[in-house]
């Protein structure tokens, strides 16, 4: 309740902003400057690039953007009609002819976090303005994955080729080489490279002449959370937008420049065990599941995450289509049993026990919390901080073929919902031979995630793998399960911003007042 007091609190507000005459469309000399410290690449690449479809807060978790409609004419063939009209960032036109263009480039190079790969046979042209797209078998994830096939010029894919890689894609270079509201001119986010921050600007060439609202945006992707915190709260002109410690709401209030905005969220915090080159222990189903019972996960939520959140059984967020009915059925550990009534037994089995772990500072109010649970069995953590989330990828990475080059045990990062409203988000990481994964190799859980690709959103199909994947990795204790966390962030006080639930910030939906930083 208190949250959504504060997100009430937060609408007010923007009412008032909007009865007060925000900004046309781009306001000349308009600037926005936002901290992305997880998933920079995914939480702007729409703003940059575009695909038939793009996120959308809604309940199926997407709209269409370079597509105006679609039907599924059976279970292998999916018909998409085209926007007319459309033109990429240099000018050039978007037609069913650039849409075979590229899909002739991701055949070649897909991105490999799904079964797209492997299902994708091809595009036929039917006119200029509409495409056919044929798999190999029935998959049912193809519109999530749709969101993610982004359409490059010409140039860009006779130098670049398209994405290729393990992570979600975004450009390799600036350039006027994309289809967004936002052309990038300075910098480079993708999911296994990164600046410090990159520069976007407003896209003469974009189809809706109602978007973007500002002209100019500074993505920073690397800041010393601390630093950051001083940006955006104590100083005017250095950070409008950033997601903060919820430790940190109380100078969030005190501050003159910042508005606290506060909203449910399908994001998830994925704290991997390596089974793969870590502590030979965690190979023990009874050492991974009396971690998971040692922790107190209300505590952690009321105390440590000042109850911006909600407890859950496993890894996905029970806001997920599928997971909302298996958290009826799974509870988590420490509402099965209280930590300290057996704590005893559970010392019996971690006491002596010591973990390596790797972790961005910004999780570190986390930590505070789960430190303070496992020493209370005998359970010792090392820890090795980093502010930047391509080191930690750069580990996680590389651990299922055994070349990582830090010693973990435990890793977190950000897992927040990049599949948009589906919990492949989190599903992602128990495909064991996945380059996300660091647990051993489960044929059965490979065999449910295969079930779950067939599947579709809202069928009991879907439902079933859903249960039977959770009640697999629960009983198994496959990762060390916390709270999903709210969306909590510092909003400058003449900025209009209504975050998502999941991992896409709309640049183009956002923003200022005429008393902004950059206007007055």
Not at 219 to 244: C, F, Q, R, W
Not at 392 to 420: H, I, M, P, S
Not at 483 to 507: D, F, G, I, S
Request: glycine share 4%.
């Amino acid at each position: 309740m208190q949250a959504m007091r504060y997100f009430a609190g937060c609408i007010v507000l923007i009412l008032s902003l909007t009865s007060a005459s925000l900004c046309a469309r781009p306001v000349a000399g308009s600037h926005l400057k936002v901290f992305i410290p997880s998933l920079p690449y995914i939480y702007i690449s729409h703003s940059i690039n575009a695909a038939l479809l793009r996120p959308a807060n809604n309940d199926r978790g997407w709209e269409y953007d370079m597509a105006t409609s679609h039907s599924q004419i059976d279970d292998t063939t999916y018909e998409f009609t085209l926007r007319q009209g459309v033109k990429f960032q240099d000018g050039t036109p978007f037609n069913a002819d650039a849409v075979l263009l590229n899909m002739h480039y991701f055949k070649r190079q897909p991105f490999l976090f799904t079964k797209i790969d492997k299902v994708f046979d091809h595009a036929e042209k039917i006119d200029d303005y509409t495409v056919r797209f044929h798999l190999t078998e029935k998959y049912g994830q193809f519109l999530n994955d749709a969101i993610w096939i982004q359409f490059y010029t010409r140039t860009y894919l006779e130098k670049f080729g398209w994405n290729g890689k393990a992570t979600c894609p975004n450009l390799a270079e600036p350039g006027p080489y994309g289809l967004g509201p936002y052309i990038l001119k300075e910098g480079y986010i993708e999911g296994d490279r990164q600046t410090p921050s990159a520069v976007l600007e407003a896209n003469p060439n974009y189809w809706n002449p109602e978007y973007p609202k500002i002209d100019k945006v500074t993505v920073y992707t690397e800041l010393d959370s601390k630093i950051a915190m001083e940006m955006a709260l104590d100083k005017e002109g250095e950070l409008d937008i950033m997601p903060i410690p919820v430790s940190e709401k109380d100078r969030v209030f005190n501050s003159r420049y910042a508005k606290l905005v506060t909203a449910p969220s399908t994001d998830n915090v994925a704290i991997h065990f390596n089974m793969r080159t870590g502590n030979p222990r965690l190979l023990n189903r009874e050492v991974r599941v009396a971690l998971n019972r040692a922790i107190d996960q209300r505590k952690l939520l009321d105390k440590y995450y000042d109850g911006e959140g909600q407890i859950k059984p496993t890894l996905a967020a029970p806001l997920f289509p599928g997971v909302r009915n298996v958290v009826d059925q799974l509870t988590p550990y420490s509402e099965v049993q209280d930590p300290a009534a057996i704590r005893a037994e559970l010392k019996s089995i971690l006491s002596g026990l010591t973990l390596n772990v790797y972790t961005q500072d910004r999780f570190m109010y986390i930590w505070k919390g789960i430190d303070r649970d496992l020493r209370k069995v005998g359970v010792k953590l090392n820890f090795n901080i980093t502010s930047s989330e391509k080191d930690v990828f750069g580990q996680l990475l590389t651990t299922n073929a055994k070349k990582n080059t830090r010693d973990w045990d435990l890793l977190v990062w950000g897992d927040d919902d990049w599949y948009y409203n589906h919990p492949w988000s989190a599903f992602l990481v128990y495909r064991t031979h996945n380059y996300w994964s660091t647990l051993a190799p489960d044929p059965d859980l490979d065999d449910h995630i295969d079930d779950m690709f067939k599947a579709s959103v809202g069928t009991p199909e879907f439902d079933a793998v859903t249960l039977e994947i959770m009640q697999h990795v629960y009983d198994r204790g496959y990762m060390l399960f916390v709270p999903t966390p709210n969306k909590v962030l510092a909003v400058n006080q003449e900025v209009q911003y209504q975050p998502y639930r999941m991992a896409n910030m709309p640049l183009w939906e956002i923003e200022v007042s005429p008393k902004h930083w950059s206007l007055r």
